[in-house]
């Protein structure tokens, strides 16, 4: 199922292309198209901070106070999970969340627990079940004009919150990463599902498997793109206990956000 990136073991992963087709984006695109064409007004209603649950809800391009992004990152984004009610997000998501998420994250979780067993890392399979859920960041960005432009990045260089982070949907021009060499690699787009390891495998494993660096850097084609990265994420008010590591949900997510 899996191919080695460069010379990469998965005991020693960066970033991995899968040789499985990735899933339709079509109906998660459709959604959210909709939701940004509905006035500023109605999107506000769905920031973060109505939720403050997770990382659930609406960031928008500029905002200061997003936990998602910086206000020169130059995206929307949007936060789905089942962590919140299925009626509490956007009526334009609802029919992707009533028919399409639990095939998705069915396909997400095989994946993840495929990884886990190569990786044998012992007791993190039983606490992937016991602990972990899942989110969807729905990226939008603009078209830019490189002449007005005043920002390096479409998004800025961080590490992910995850356990792993899935493109289920492959990948599109403008991803680039750091692997194990610390070597600046661009992403080829791809029709491969395609994963890497996140902040909650380091900080679980204490540093022996290392989250991946990345950004969205321009491309040649600077013109509108769409992306959508699925977190497999500790679900919120859980005391989380693994080897010698023990918090709870809300204290790891702190402690990822103080990287920043």
């Not at 792993?164 to 599109?172: E, P």
């Not at 750091?178 to 395609?194: G, P, Q």
């Amino acid at each position: 199922m899996f191919k080695k990136e460069n010379d990469f073991l998965l005991t020693d992963f960066s970033l991995i292309e899968t040789s499985s087709l990735k899933s339709s984006d079509m109906q998660l695109k459709e959604s959210f198209k909709t939701f940004l064409n509905t006035p500023k007004t109605y999107k506000k209603q769905y920031l973060q901070a109505h939720y403050n649950c997770a990382f659930d809800g609406y960031s928008y391009l500029g905002q200061t106070n997003s936990i998602n992004q910086y206000d020169t990152d130059l995206l929307h984004s949007f936060v789905l999970s089942e962590f919140s009610k299925k009626e509490t997000f956007p009526k334009e998501f609802h029919s992707f969340l009533n028919t399409n998420w639990e095939t998705l994250i069915a396909r997400i979780k095989e994946i993840e627990l495929t990884i886990i067993e190569q990786l044998n890392i012992p007791e993190l399979k039983e606490f992937y079940h016991t602990n972990i859920g899942h989110m969807v960041s729905c990226n939008y960005y603009p078209p830019v004009d490189l002449k007005q432009n005043k920002v390096e990045t479409r998004l800025s260089k961080h590490v992910d919150v995850s356990l792993f982070t899935v493109f289920i949907f492959g990948a599109s021009e403008g991803f680039t990463y750091e692997n194990s060499l610390n070597k600046k690699v661009n992403l080829k787009a791809t029709d491969n599902i395609v994963f890497f390891p996140g902040y909650l495998l380091e900080f679980l494993t204490q540093g022996k498997y290392k989250a991946l660096p990345h950004e969205v850097d321009f491309s040649k084609n600077d013109e509108e793109r769409f992306s959508f990265a699925f977190f497999s994420i500790p679900k919120p008010m859980q005391t989380l206990t693994f080897n010698n590591v023990q918090c709870t949900s809300e204290a790891y997510y702190q402690k990822y956000l103080s990287l920043f």
